[in-house]
């Protein structure tokens, strides 16, 4: 089991991730796979089995799209929180 992903929080790369407006855990947008960003849109793998407004719940370490040089070439997710989790 994995954190799930909350946005307001810095990826690896620095950009603050993304999140939905409508499902929150602790007061921030649970973020999501091919929805949601840091810098560059947040390409999972995510949850295979948690889904917020149909897209898979970003985990800690998902990928981001390359959005220039490192460390944004090779960005990850960080959770921002640790009541919640999702299975991989």
């Known amino acids: 089991m994995s954190d799930i992903c909350v946005a307001t929080t810095p990826a690896t790369c620095g ?3 993304t ?3 409508k499902v929150f855990i ?3 947008g649970v973020c ?3 929805m949601d960003s840091a810098g560059g ?4 793998p995510g949850s295979l089995k948690v889904f917020v407004e149909g ?5 800690p370490g998902d990928a981001i799209a390359s959005h220039g040089d490192p460390p944004h070439s090779s960005a990850n997710t960080l959770a ?3 009541k919640v989790t999702a299975g991989g």
């Open 80 to 82: 921002g929180q640790a």
């Open 41 to 44: 849109l947040i390409t999972g």
């Open 32 to 34: 999501r796979v091919n």
């Open 19 to 21: 999140g939905s407006i």
């Open 26 to 28: 602790e007061g921030k």
């Open 55 to 59: 897209y898979n719940v970003s985990l």
């Open 15 to 17: 950009h603050t991730q």
